[in-house]
């Protein structure tokens, strides 16, 4: 039971990047997924989720408008497309599962650094 992050990078600010998140060991269409950061000296926190075959998401007020969450059931993958990129925005991303049938699965996280 795993989630394997992937899509980080160096970006100038204004750009864009495109996380995945691969589920293995489980499928992912009855759980809770989200996608969370830790920025430098920061708490980890939570920046979107998605729910209900994706009919339901939701954004921190930080990201709101620049960030989308989606998720493939078929492939057991969920997305996170990040435009508008910040200096703010550097941090590690980690992808959690919450699964009905209780525990949650993170991810081991990938970097993603905005610089000129």
């Known amino acids: 039971v795993r989630l394997v992050e992937s899509g980080g990078g160096l970006v100038p600010p204004g750009g864009s990047l495109r996380l995945s998140c691969k589920a293995s060991?489980?499928?992912?269409?009855?759980?809770?997924m989200s996608w969370h950061r830790q920025r430098p000296g920061k708490a980890r926190e939570q920046v979107a989720f998605?729910?209900?075959?994706?009919?339901?998401?939701g954004y921190s007020a930080s990201v709101r408008g620049r960030f989308t969450i989606s998720r493939d059931d078929a492939a057991d993958t969920v997305y996170l497309q990040m435009n508008s990129l910040k200096d703010e925005d550097t941090g590690v991303y980690y992808c959690?599962?919450?699964?009905?049938?209780?525990?949650?699965?993170w991810g081991q996280g990938t970097q993603v650094t905005i610089t000129s």
């Open positions: 959690k599962a919450s699964r009905p049938s209780g525990g949650d699965v």
């Open positions: 060991g489980f499928i992912i269409d009855t759980s809770v």
């Open positions: 998605i729910m209900d075959a994706g009919v339901h998401a």
